[in-house]
């Protein structure tokens, strides 16, 4: 009984030692809860014993690190692992997902990317190239990862003011129908950086960005890599 009430005691001690960092206060909660609902030592014993709560306090513990630890979160890093690894046409949805950070600081879908009725001809089965995200005229576009702007200029085929920004390894990301640019041809650029202002430039029928991903100069659906 006293070996228990010990080896509990320091265990508490340091759940509230690693609570106090800021790394585990999930691991501590449990311990901590049971040794003051109970002074009796059997129950002390039994929640000791309680071996499945260590398990999903762990799974807890990787949570955090994970969102707190800036080096393996990085999703550029992430995204240059993925692109190294296998040729980007390869690549399937469950690995991409993710690696692209939002082009809007809110992202709300006006028109999905893929086959649908031509919101000006009114022609079907126009093929939709891209994303369409609800932005007011003047909003904030975001580089969606690190990456060479390529093309900052007036897209002859409805983009409108587009931006082109290159990733490397044949991933691509376009911005269009902008009212304004913030970067130039050539520019390096971060991910999250602003690089235009939304508009309503091209074949566009009210302010919105219509954001595309390129896989080796196909695009694809925006949404498999935000
Ligand atoms: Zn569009």
Redesign the pocket.
Known sequence: MAEFAAASGAGQKAGVALAATGLILTVAMPGTGALTATANSNQVASAVGTQPEIPAAASATIDFSRAAVSTTADPDSKLKQLLSAQSVGTIKQSSSKGTLGAPLDTLVTA?PFGYRVNPITGGLGEF?R?Q?FVAQCGTQVHAAAAGKVTFAGWHPYGGGNRIVVDHGNGLETTYNHLSSFSVQVGQTVSRGDVIALSGTTGASTGCHL?FEVMVNGDVVDPLGWL
């Open positions: 028109s939709h891209g369409d219509h």
